[in-house]
């Protein structure tokens, strides 16, 4: 499949998406939210993708946000519209994806680009990389569930004040927080990631489906985590991975998970 505002690249394993607008440093218009959709649904029901990694274009960005020049002049119902169908299409639809997404930061993650970033299961950067949520300083709040997100990774004082001050953090500071796992150089970025990948990719990938849902749901109103992580837990009893994994740890042997 081509698209027209990304990239789509699958070897060994891993679809690595890349965000492909550098002249507008990555920003997120309508149809590169569309076509990451459809990007991360195609990769999540691949079979042979074990890993996606979300990365941006050129040397400057990751993303630079929401593209500002489409809701510039938008009214009330249209904001509102904006955010729902931005969180339903691509935020909330990557963070419960079953495979496990890395977003792999390599220049300024703002606004929406942070929003994405956070939506992803989690982060490395390279340390050029800069984040913050500047909404406040263009007269509007995160939409894209940058208010919910930022206090879930570091917690709410360092949340309200990244908000208010609409200012950018460095990956010193990004550490510090716990916004991202690693830091790097930039050409050492994604082969960083991608190593993190094949560690990933050794083990069961439908164990790994369970513990997605189950830590998600740790942060979802009205739903018990740790009753998820029972189901989720119990389920596991019943896969072929696990009968590979038990059996081949008791025989001393390197597990060959069927991903069944
Ligand atoms: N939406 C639309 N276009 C954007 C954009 C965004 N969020 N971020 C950058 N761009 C565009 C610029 O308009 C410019 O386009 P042009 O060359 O056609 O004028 C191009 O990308 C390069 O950006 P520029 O501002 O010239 O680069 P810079 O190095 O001087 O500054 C930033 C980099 C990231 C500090 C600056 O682009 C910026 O503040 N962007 C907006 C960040 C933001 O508020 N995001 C949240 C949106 S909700």
Do not use: W
Request: aromatic share 6%.
């Amino acid at each position: 499949m081509t698209y027209e505002t990304i990239i789509a690249d699958f070897q060994n394993g891993i679809t690595t998406i890349t965000i492909n607008r550098p002249s507008k440093l990555n920003a997120l218009n309508k149809s590169t939210i569309q076509e990451l959709h459809d990007a991360l649904d195609a990769a999540n029901k691949d079979v042979n993708t074990k890993v996606i990694i979300v990365t941006g274009s050129g040397e400057k960005a990751f993303v630079a946000g929401a593209d500002i020049s489409e809701f510039a002049h938008f009214d009330v119902a249209n904001g509102g519209k904006l955010a729902a169908k931005g969180q339903e299409l691509l935020f909330d639809f990557v963070e419960n994806l079953s495979t496990p997404v890395i977003a792999a930061v390599n220049g300024f993650a703002l606004g929406g680009g942070l929003e994405l970033a956070m939506a992803c299961h989690f982060r490395v950067a390279s340390d050029n990389a800069k984040m913050g949520l500047p909404e406040t300083s263009l007269g509007v709040i995160p939409g894209y569930g940058g208010t919910q997100r930022l206090p879930q990774l570091v917690g709410k004082g360092r949340a309200m004040e990244m908000v208010m001050t609409a200012g950018m953090i460095d990956t010193n500071q990004a550490l510090a927080y716990g916004l991202v796992n690693h830091v790097t150089t930039q050409e050492e970025l994604l082969p960083l990631a991608e190593k993190i990948a094949s560690k990933i990719m050794r083990n069961s990938s439908v164990a790994i489906k369970g513990a997605i849902k189950a830590v998600n749901a740790n942060f979802k109103d009205g739903v018990d985590g740790y009753q998820v992580e029972i189901e989720e837990f119990g389920k596991c009893f019943g896969t072929e991975d696990f009968t590979e994994g038990t059996t081949a740890f008791l025989e001393k042997r390197k597990a060959d998970f069927p991903g069944k």
